[in-house]
């Protein structure tokens, strides 16, 4: 990786909670700048203050990412801000649950573009400037989900194999440009403020399964990536089991968390259906966690016993079905 500057250049996008806010306080305690950008403009200006007070250069600019024109305007000011942009940080995500028919077509849409245009919007303007600059890394956020696809999440689902498809593209576009990486990120689910704002047409209350991870993990996993890049970073042995589970028994896997869900469903309490976060920032204060984590140490080898349960279990279904193939 190409470092002659000191100190270097971050975009973070979504940077007021959750990962983008623990990413945004990690860069800046290693001394970088930073320029910062969500909704929120309060939300954002709080922030900076608190890094400026650690010593950090730091530049703020409101910005809705599903505006390409915003997001141009973004890439102008940091690279006006910072002389070089050397990370950018794709981390906006926004999420509706509900069945995929009774989830509005406004919301599916405003999935879309916030998850998978709004992404794409920041490459297209990243890029041209790391190629200009001979360097730079660009790191998206994806998800487990962009490893196997969630019930209830058809739009969320689609934007998250929509990036891993975007990155697989944008890397081999990229091959001939050493100094340039397009790095994925795929974490379990995470412990931020953002499972208290989806988008919720279920009727029905929403508690997320432990165990959740750290937002601070995520940080420094792209904190690593600025020197280290890589491909493909996966946070949470979640992920491992989601990933595996679907590559040996997509269905089999699908049809068991679809019923996991429905069991879930089946005894919530009643919950008002809203839109969660999707058009408008959320209004409670911004934080790094969202307070749902508890101690994992008695769940992990659960959670490894059964992700290693559903790869067998995949691999019998799959050698069952290879038999019934076979001439007699």
């Not at 041209?128 to 689902?157: E, T």
């Not at 990155?167 to 994925?184: Q, T, W, Y």
Request: glycine share 8%; with cysteine.
């Amino acid at each position: 990786m190409v470092t002659t500057h000191s100190p270097r250049t971050a975009v973070i996008t979504g940077a007021t909670s959750g990962i983008g806010r623990a990413t945004a306080e990690l860069f800046a305690d290693r001394g970088w700048r930073l320029v910062l950008a969500a909704r929120d403009s309060d939300a954002l200006n709080l922030l900076a203050g608190g890094l400026r007070e650690r010593g950090a250069p730091i530049h703020v600019l409101p910005t809705d990412i599903g505006d390409n024109a915003a997001v141009l305007a973004l890439a102008e000011h940091a690279l006006a801000f910072g002389g070089t942009i050397d990370l950018w940080f794709a981390n906006v995500g926004v999420g509706a649950v509900g069945r995929f028919e009774e989830v509005t077509i406004e919301a599916h849409e405003r999935v879309l573009r916030s998850n998978l245009l709004g992404h794409l919007y920041e490459a297209h303007a990243a890029l041209p400037i790391f190629l200009r600059q001979g360097h730079g890394v660009f790191v998206n956020m994806i998800s487990m989900v962009g490893f196997a696809a969630a019930p209830l999440a058809a739009a969320y689902s689609a934007s998250k194999f929509g990036l891993k498809g975007l990155s697989e593209s944008l890397r081999a576009e990229m091959a001939a440009h050493p100094h340039i990486h397009i790095c994925d990120v795929y974490p379990a689910l995470v412990d931020t403020p953002a499972l208290d704002h989806p988008a919720n047409y279920t009727g029905k209350a929403i508690h997320p399964p432990l165990p959740l991870v750290d937002p601070r993990r995520v940080a420094a996993a792209v904190l690593r990536l600025a020197d280290h890049p890589r491909a493909t970073t996966i946070v949470g042995a979640q992920v491992w089991a989601a990933r595996i589970g679907h590559a040996l028994a997509p269905v089999v896997s699908l049809k068991l968390i679809d019923r996991w869900f429905e069991g879930y469903f089946a005894q919530a309490r009643p919950a008002a259906v809203t839109s969660g976060n999707l058009f408008h920032p959320p209004e409670d204060t911004p934080r790094v966690d969202g307070g749902f984590r508890k101690p994992v140490t008695r769940r992990l080898p659960l959670l490894l016993a059964g992700a290693t349960l559903l790869a067998v279990g995949g691999a019998a279904v799959l050698r069952r079905r290879a038999s019934r193939m076979e001439p007699i």
